[in-house]
């Protein structure tokens, strides 16, 4: 076993798309909407973003047979993007046209700043014909604030993260604060203006002022949603939900899982001490089976 899975299972659905379902429907009851993930990135090979594709569509197929709240998160280097952009867009409108006939939606997840500028550029290549299509948009990167008007002019669907990757100081913001400020601005201006947005944060502070703003808008509880991952902050998530909000949960599951988990082990340092507790407790426990 991977001494990280301990550590892993408690943020991902699984490694197969029935364990991923099983979670889905098990939110759906609690009354929770999800976004599925297929985890991976950066596919070499047609082949592998193919298998990838396939997945999608079975996983689409089901989410409809089982009429589950939920839609599909994509990650464009795992949809082929590091082949050919061509090649990336096709797999893509393939992904959306399905999603479209299952009265679904696809989020296109954003990856490191190297891929942000053709993120961008694909979404609105796409979405002029494609409205089920989604976007991610970071806000700790000092051009989001930009890219954020621009696609609401196009009517974009947005979802405000605050960013996972590891960026330079040259593109993000290297404080945490502002980081938290440029999301409550961008979060000001996509609720006033913007499109069924989605605010995907765990940060209590941020979320309780969303509430805030929007009522002191009379903006509806329904015009946005908020979104958090999978194992991070439930009992956050039921309080919004029982209190009538929007709450979809990002519910990753493959056998890909290493990179998603070192990001959501970056984040936290509590989180850095259990991997390291859980890494030396299974490599006791393979010591003693080899002695
Ligand atoms: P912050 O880091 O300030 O955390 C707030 C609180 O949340 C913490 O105090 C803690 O309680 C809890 N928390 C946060 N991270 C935790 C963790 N790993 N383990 C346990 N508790 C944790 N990023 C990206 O670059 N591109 C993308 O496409 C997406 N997509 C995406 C979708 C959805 C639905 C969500 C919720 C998040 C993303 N992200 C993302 C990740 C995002 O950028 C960010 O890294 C995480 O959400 C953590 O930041 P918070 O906003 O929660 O704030």
Not at 65 to 87: D, E, F, M, W
Not at 222 to 230: A, D, G, I, T, V
Request: proline share 2%.
């Amino acid at each position: 076993m991977n001494p990280l899975w301990p550590v892993a299972k408690h943020y991902i659905a699984g490694e197969s798309v029935d364990e991923a379902i099983e979670v889905a429907k098990k939110l759906k009851q609690k009354g929770f909407l999800t976004t599925i993930d297929v985890l991976g990135e950066h596919v070499r090979t047609r082949y592998q973003s193919e298998a990838v594709v396939k997945e999608y569509e079975d996983l689409l197929k089901v989410i409809t047979r089982q009429k589950l709240h939920a839609n599909i998160s994509v990650k464009l280097t795992h949809l082929g993007l590091p082949i050919g952009t061509g090649y990336c867009i096709a797999n893509l409108t393939k992904l959306i046209d399905n999603a479209a006939k299952h009265k679904s939606f696809v989020y296109l997840d954003m990856e490191n700043g190297e891929y942000v500028q053709k993120t961008i550029d694909i979404y609105k290549r796409v979405h002029k014909h494609h409205k089920q299509l989604g976007i991610a948009i970071q806000a700790y990167l000092y051009r989001s604030a930009k890219d954020v008007e621009e696609l609401m002019k196009i009517g974009a669907h947005i979802r405000l993260v605050k960013g996972a990757y590891k960026e330079s100081g040259a593109r993000a913001f290297p404080k945490k604060k502002d980081v938290d400020e440029n999301f409550k601005q961008l979060m000001e201006r996509l609720l006033l203006k913007g499109i069924y947005p989605a605010f995907a944060t765990h940060d209590e502070k941020l979320i309780d002022y969303a509430q805030w703003f929007a009522s002191h808008n009379n903006i509806q509880k329904k015009k946005f949603e908020f979104q958090m991952l999978y194992g991070i902050r439930e009992d956050l998530q039921s309080q919004l939900v029982n209190k009538g909000y929007n709450i979809r949960i990002y519910v990753p599951f493959g056998k890909q899982w290493m990179p998603y988990i070192i990001r959501r082990l970056r984040e936290r340092k509590e989180n850095f001490y259990f991997m390291v507790k859980n890494v030396a407790k299974t490599e006791m426990r393979n010591i003693r089976v080899h002695k």
